[in-house]
């Protein structure tokens, strides 16, 4: 993550505009509390300590933003701030497509439509864009029932 | 001059920080040896 990740300016820009980094030892006391056994361990925590994220090992740089933006539109989404989750998971679907992360933000993009306007169709219409872009992704197996709904 | 992440080490400066911009924080946990 030093020699690749970290010093790319898009990763620097990202993280710190829009996040505070912490850095610590997974000696320190509080890796344990947090069960961290492997590292990289990456989280996305609020204020309170509250873990909303975690990735386990190395993330190339265009891998890294999107799978960071997963993980605090997940801390929205669990925070029920759902049209702020629908807006970072729009971002991956929009910014970085064919990230590993795209799949996962599609879902969620509809559930968080769907919570944030008790409409069904946000899910609906997630199932169909995963069908079409991610045909053999487990996100688009987990969507597989919402074709069903109208 | 070249760009550098600049981390904190401190959880409750973090937390501090994170408080008073309403920001999520960014926790690495990384391997010491």
Do not use: C
Not at chain 1, 3 to 12: D, L, S
Not at chain 1, 22 to 47: F, Q
Request: charged share 25%; no cysteine.
């Amino acid at each position: 993550m030093d020699t690749v990740t970290y010093p790319q300016e898009k990763v620097i820009d990202f993280i710190t505009d829009g996040m505070v980094p912490l850095r610590v030892a997974a000696d320190h006391p509080l890796a344990s509390g947090y069960d961290v056994t492997w590292t990289p361990a990456l989280l996305v925590i609020d204020s309170e300590g509250k873990e909303y994220h975690r990735v386990v090992g190395f993330l190339p740089d265009d891998e890294f933003v999107p799978a960071i933006l997963l993980g605090i539109g997940k801390a929205f989404f669990n925070k029920n701030e759902f049209s702020k989750a629908l807006e970072k998971f729009e971002e991956i679907m929009t910014s970085y497509p064919a990230s590993d992360s795209a799949a996962e933000a599609i879902f969620m993009a509809g559930v968080s439509g769907y919570k944030n306007s008790n409409d069904p169709m946000p899910l609906k219409k997630s199932y169909e864009y995963l069908a079409e872009k991610h045909p053999d992704s487990l996100w688009t197996k987990r969507a597989y029932p919402y074709r069903l709904l109208d | 001059m070249e760009k550098k992440l600049q981390w904190l080490t401190e959880m409750s400066k973090a937390a501090e920080t994170a408080k008073a911009e309403n920001k999520f924080i960014f926790l690495d946990f990384f391997n010491p040896n």
